[in-house]
């Protein structure tokens, strides 16, 4: 219990502060001009004046006793400890900025012995609670930004105690504010509080580095389109760097990267910018690297290239479509192309061989020679897949242009071969480089059968009845499917292959039904074989009349769909659940279909830019009956790009690119920014310190919060009003007997 004196509690402070004031001056007069003129008397007027003022000032004041149980809390303080990646770059070669921002945090918090300090880290979003403490584990520095807007108006908005002050503990690279935040932006942070933010910085020196800052993309991403870049690049630290070579390249699971292109960067100040335009001819998720050819002395190498995801998309479908002669399914086919706005269609009929005699001139022919020379070396990898249909290879010139082909579907590209009377086998197509991407077999042997043409009606395989690209067309004919003429013969599916339709009543080799659809993954591309010529009849036939002739449409835009990846037709996806971070683990999230089987479903992952590494396999774990999405937790990867398959059962798979980066954005730019941090604490009103000096901060002081509080008078008014009266009429005696009126 504490006890202290104090004046009433109804008086209003700058009425007591007033009363004490004129005490003071009636003394001031007592002793400055009133002894002067006393005749006698001299000690008894100075005594009952002093006794009259006082008790005067009691009749005002009239103090009480106040007897209390107090307890002192500190000031709310909270400190934010930056938990960017730019924390994990090393600061002198023997330890990293975070080993000194978390000394400095603890440092910080011993130093404040009298406030309550909260450590709080704030990265990406809002700030999430630490330890700070001595022996407390290390804080991690993972967070893909430093936010610090963000952490602060998150703890504005919080429903809990706010603070009196706020240390901020970081290297000063923040995202936001930013770099050309000015003083009037910075100010603001600390009036929505209301209160003070100190900064201490943790970096001093710039490391050498050199580094590509900054890739910008003017626009989406369109495949066979040229897209700007722009790209910063960068030299801090004392490396010399008048000139940096930046490169763009493609990272292609089928081969080495591409190159798309390079330019020349002249730096002025540290700093310089190239125009790079590059062209990606396929759509999804393709990783580019950006990168320069550092100086000597380059301390990070990682930041060297940058690993971006680009998404492309396609603005039409680009087909060629190469058919041997006008039959009703090549028109029908044809007809369905130019009806889709969405599809560009290049089509060729091919009437003639080169070894045809018209017998005419050549300046009188309406028939020209197949382009096969232009179109099947410069234009291909232009074109998203390319449709023969009832087209034989060998008198038209293709054969020599068949290892191309298949390098183009390996490479990405689509290939639907369409049945009829000059595909497959009687297309002349077996033991051909092109037969070797087909999803089913050929057989070429002599004697072998090249087609059947009873009429049958294809058969729905499972597989078939659960494929998404064939929901479309199910949901408007059900199983029926209108009788077809004849098939062409084909084998086995190959491994990774799926049958959709089979034949009714013939197998292959093996036993099994033979395909007449079927699908498959070949390489980084994708192949369909359609062993018959009559799909026409979805749409020109009693079934067709039915329907409106619409399973005809649905059957190709469901088949073109798969072909281009669209998710619609995917037997299941694949997503990150965050960006991938390089030595982290991460998390794949995987929407499947409620047939698929947990033990028939795997993951893989391939790295692209080191292609001789063994693939990791990934099971998938069980899911829940209520949800269609699983989570896989792939092992801490080393920075590249990476393509991740969706394997469910034996049949095609779904694919993924993403890439992981060292430190992403957090290490483009390596240099400290402790001007920020200075400029900071002076708009808000606090204090700047270097990790290495005094960290004693200028806090709050506590408050003191009384739990029992006793208010007990000295005295009644009364007797505070009668002593004073009393002590005036004495003073007034003494002045009178001492000649003063």
Same mark, same amino acid.
């Given at each position: 219990?504490h006890?202290?004196?104090?004046?009433?509690?109804?008086?209003?402070?700058w009425?007591?502060?007033?009363?004490?004031?004129l005490?003071?001056a009636?003394?001031?007069?007592l002793?400055?001009?009133?002894?002067?003129?006393?005749?006698?008397?001299?000690?008894? &007027?100075?005594?009952?004046?002093?006794?009259?003022?006082?008790?005067l000032?009691?009749?005002?004041?009239?103090p009480?006793?106040?007897a209390?149980?107090?307890?002192?809390?500190?000031?709310?303080v909270?400190?934010?400890?930056?938990?960017?990646? *730019?924390?994990?770059?090393a600061?002198?070669?023997?330890?990293v900025?975070?080993?000194?921002?978390?000394?400095a945090?603890?440092?910080?918090?011993?130093?404040?012995?009298?406030?309550?300090?909260?450590?709080l880290g704030?990265?990406?979003?809002?700030?999430?609670?630490? +330890?700070?403490?001595?022996?407390?584990?290390?804080?991690?520095?993972?967070?893909?930004?430093?936010?610090?807007?963000?952490?602060?108006?998150?703890i504005?908005?919080?429903?809990?105690?706010?603070?009196?002050?706020?240390?901020?503990?970081s290297d000063?690279?923040?995202?936001?504010? +930013?770099?050309?935040?000015?003083?009037?932006?910075?100010?603001?942070?600390g009036?929505?509080?209301?209160?003070?933010?100190h900064?201490?910085?943790t970096?001093?020196?710039?490391?050498?580095?050199a580094?590509?800052?900054?890739?910008?993309?003017?626009?989406?991403?369109?495949a066979?389109?040229?897209?700007?870049?722009?790209?910063?690049?960068g030299?801090?630290?004392?490396?010399?760097?008048?000139?940096l070579?930046?490169?763009?390249r493609?990272?292609?699971?089928?081969?080495?990267?591409?190159? @798309?292109?390079?330019? @020349?960067?002249?730096? %002025? #100040?540290?700093?310089g910018?190239v125009?790079l335009?590059?062209?990606?001819?396929?759509?999804?998720?393709? &990783?580019?690297?950006v990168?320069?050819?550092?100086? *000597?002395g380059?301390? &990070?190498?990682?930041?060297?290239r940058?690993?971006?995801? /680009?998404?492309?998309?396609?603005?039409?479908?680009?087909?060629?479509?190469?058919a041997?002669?006008?039959?009703?399914?090549?028109?029908a086919?044809?007809?369905?192309?130019?009806?889709?706005a *969405?599809?560009?269609?290049?089509? /060729?009929?091919?009437?003639?061989?080169?070894?045809?005699?018209?017998?005419?001139r050549?300046e009188?022919l309406?028939?020209?020679? /197949?382009?096969?020379?232009?179109? /099947?070396?410069?234009?291909?990898? *232009?074109?998203?897949?390319?449709?023969?249909?009832?087209?034989?290879?060998?008198?038209?010139?293709?054969?020599?242009?068949?290892?191309?082909?298949?390098r183009?579907?390996?490479?990405?590209g689509?290939?639907?071969?369409?049945g009829?009377?000059?595909?497959?086998?009687?297309?002349?197509?077996?033991?051909?480089?092109?037969?070797?991407?087909?999803?089913?077999?050929?057989?070429?042997?002599?004697?072998?059968?090249?087609?059947d043409?009873?009429?049958?009606?294809?058969?729905w395989?499972?597989?078939?009845?659960?494929?998404?690209?064939?929901?479309?067309?199910?949901?408007?004919?059900? !199983?029926?499917l209108?009788q077809?003429?004849?098939t062409?013969?084909?084998?086995?599916?190959?491994?990774?292959?799926?049958v959709?339709?089979?034949?009714?009543?013939r197998?292959?080799?093996?036993?099994?039904?033979?395909?007449?659809?079927?699908?498959? #993954?070949?390489g980084?591309?994708?192949?369909?074989?359609?062993?018959?010529?009559?799909a026409?009849?979805? !749409?020109?036939?009693?079934?067709?009349?039915?329907?409106s002739?619409?399973?005809?449409?649905?059957m190709?835009?469901?088949?073109?769909?798969?072909?281009?990846r669209?998710?619609?037709?995917?037997?299941g996806?694949?997503?990150?659940?965050?960006?991938?971070?390089?030595?982290?683990?991460?998390?794949?999230?995987?929407?499947?279909p409620?047939s698929?089987?947990?033990d028939?479903?795997?993951?893989?992952?391939?790295?692209l #830019?080191?292609?001789?590494?063994?693939?990791?396999?990934?099971?998938?774990?069980?899911?829940?009956a209520?949800?269609?999405?699983?989570?896989?937790?792939?092992?801490?990867?080393?920075?590249?790009?990476?393509t991740?398959?969706? %394997?469910l059962?034996s049949g095609?798979?779904?694919?993924?690119?993403?890439?992981?980066?060292?430190?992403?954005?957090?290490?483009?730019?390596?240099?400290?920014?402790?001007?920020?941090?200075?400029?900071?604490?002076?708009?808000?009103g606090?204090?700047f310190?270097?990790?290495?000096?005094?960290?004693?901060?200028?806090?709050?002081?506590?408050?003191?919060v009384?739990?029992?509080?006793?208010?007990?008078?000295?005295?009644?008014?009364?007797?505070?009003?009668?002593a004073?009266?009393?002590?005036l009429?004495v003073?007034?005696?003494a002045?009178?007997?001492s000649?003063?009126?």
């Open positions: 219990m006890t202290r004196l104090a004046v009433n509690g109804d008086l209003p402070l009425a007591a502060i007033l009363a004490c004031v005490a003071f009636s003394l001031g007069v002793f400055v001009y009133e002894l002067r003129r006393r005749e006698r008397g001299g000690p008894a &007027i100075v005594l009952t004046g002093v006794l009259a003022v006082a008790a000032l009691g009749a005002i004041a009239r009480v006793r106040i209390a149980r107090e307890s002192v809390i500190g000031a709310k909270i400190v934010l400890s930056d938990t960017s990646r *730019s924390m994990a770059l600061q002198d070669g023997k330890r900025r975070a080993e000194v921002r978390d000394r945090v603890q440092d910080v918090v011993q130093r404040a012995k009298d406030a309550r300090m909260l450590v704030f990265g990406d979003g809002a700030p999430s609670p630490l +330890g700070g403490k001595p022996g407390a584990e290390p804080t991690r520095s993972s967070a893909p930004r430093s936010d610090l807007t963000t952490a602060l108006r998150a504005g908005a919080s429903a809990e105690e706010r603070p009196q002050a706020i240390v901020v503990v000063g690279r923040l995202d936001d504010p +930013g770099e050309e935040a000015t003083a009037e932006t910075l100010g603001a942070l009036r929505d509080l209301k209160v003070p933010i900064t201490v910085a970096t001093r020196a710039s490391p050498p580095d580094s590509v800052r900054r890739v910008s993309a003017a626009g989406a991403a369109v066979h389109v040229p897209v700007p870049l722009r790209v910063e690049v030299c801090a630290g004392g490396l010399s760097c008048d000139e070579t930046v490169t763009a493609e990272l292609r699971e089928d081969g080495p990267p591409a190159l @798309l292109a390079t330019g @020349l960067s002249h730096l %002025k #100040d540290g700093k910018t125009d335009a590059v062209t990606l001819d396929r759509a999804g998720a393709r &990783i580019l690297e990168a320069i050819t550092p100086p *000597s380059d301390a &990070i190498p990682e930041n060297d940058r690993l971006l995801t /680009f998404n492309v998309a396609r603005e039409r479908v680009r087909v060629l479509h190469v041997g002669r006008p039959t009703t399914d090549v028109r086919l044809r007809q369905w192309l130019k009806s889709d *969405s599809v560009d269609v290049v089509a /060729f009929f091919i009437l003639r061989t080169t070894a045809d005699n018209p017998n005419a050549q009188d309406s028939l020209i020679p /197949f382009p096969v020379d232009e179109l /099947f070396t410069e234009h291909l990898p *232009s074109f998203d897949a390319v449709v023969l249909q009832d087209f034989d290879a060998q008198p038209y010139g293709l054969e020599r242009h068949l290892p191309q082909l298949a183009y579907v390996r490479a990405g689509g290939l639907i071969m369409v009829g009377q000059n595909s497959f086998v009687a297309g002349g197509y077996a033991s051909t480089p092109l037969a070797d991407v087909l999803p089913v077999t050929l057989d070429g042997s002599s004697g072998a059968t090249a087609a043409v009873a009429s049958i009606v294809p058969a395989t499972d597989d078939g009845r659960g494929a998404p690209l064939l929901a479309p067309l199910r949901d408007i004919v059900g !199983e029926e209108p077809m003429p004849g062409n013969v084909v084998g086995d599916v190959r491994p990774g292959g799926l959709l339709w089979a034949h009714p009543t197998t292959t080799k093996s036993g099994a039904p033979m395909p007449i659809l079927a699908i498959g #993954d070949q980084d591309g994708r192949s369909i074989a359609l062993g018959i010529d009559g026409w009849q979805l !749409e020109f036939s009693q079934l067709g009349a039915r329907t002739g619409r399973g005809y449409g649905a190709w835009d469901g088949l073109l769909g798969w072909l281009m669209d998710p619609r037709f995917e037997p996806q694949l997503e990150l659940v965050a960006p991938c971070v390089a030595d982290e683990p991460t998390r794949l999230r995987l929407r499947l409620q698929a089987r947990a028939a479903m795997s993951v893989e992952v391939r790295r #830019d080191k292609q001789d590494e063994p693939p990791l396999r990934v099971d998938v774990p069980k899911r829940s209520s949800s269609s999405a699983v989570e896989v937790t792939l092992p801490a990867l080393p920075a590249g790009g990476y991740a398959r969706l %394997k059962g095609p798979t779904t694919r993924r690119d993403f890439a992981c980066e060292s430190g992403g954005d957090e290490w483009a730019d390596s240099r400290p920014d402790r001007e920020r941090m200075r400029a900071l604490a002076s708009a808000t606090g204090s310190r270097d990790a290495t000096d005094d960290l004693s901060l200028p806090l709050p002081k506590p408050a003191v009384s739990a029992e509080r006793h208010v007990v008078p000295l005295a009644p008014p009364w007797a505070w009003t009668l004073a009266a009393v002590a009429g003073h007034w005696f002045r009178r007997r000649g003063l009126s």
